[in-house]
């Protein structure tokens, strides 16, 4: 398997047609279509559904995408590396993470990283735990940002100094926010909008599992939910300071009673080779936030 076959598999996928792959890669249609053909050949599987108007992926051929969005980033990463200059440090950090305040403290680390060296660009990426594991395992980020009780036993990580505090929110004019805080009684009968990862924190602060409660909603960026709780569509449950609760946002913010918080974490993995730039900056974080 050459590295041009998955690129052209590559841009065929993002263009939805061999004409319009062809075009882009300014190569011949024939010629794209009998390397695509040999690839099938060669990996054994039909990787096309060929149909009149577009070309969709197979079973196999969404699995390959997946692979070879890896492996071309990766080539791409090292050759931009030994691109560097010796006397110069430059390259990409990539962190990835969960929303949380938290991050301003990952962001004024890497300001300063910035300012110190402007040739050193970072790529940010947000997702849930499994989805930050996943990239973190397969090389596509350096560095992850976890929260809460993240399995993080085959990273390498420090604490932060952060806690994130659980709560609700609701609409202004909701009855919970008359309240001070809320319980799991406040939220017992109540349509709530959960995150994807809160099963452990919120099963455990509930006292019960969560297909006991009406959940409604689930989501991964607090920011596309909130629109849900402005419509009163359910209360959702998240950490505080993520979105607006102020007065006039339409929101409003209760704190969890018991009192519930989540430690912040970042990880990278163990043994991990990592790029000069890379290199530097976890010695930056290792200075402020080791004990």
Known sequence: MELRHLKYFLMIAREGTISGAAAALHVSQPSLSRQMQELER?????????GSRRIELTEPGMRLRRRAEEIVDLVGRTEDEFRVSANSLAGEVRVGGGETPAMALTADVIAEFVEAHPLVRFSLFSGNAENVSERLDTGRLDFGVFIGHADLSRYEFLQLPAHNRWGAFMREDDPLAALDVVTPADLARRSLILS???????GAWFHRDLEDLDVVATYNLLYNAAPLARRGIGVVVSLEGIVDANEGSGLAFRPLEPALSADIFIAWK??????????AFLASIRELWSV
């Open 42 to 50: 060669k990996l054994g599987v039909r990787l096309f559904d060929r």
């Open 196 to 202: 994807e990862q809160a099963g452990r924190e919120m």
């Open 270 to 279: 163990r043994y991990q080779t990592f790029s000069p730039a890379a290199e």
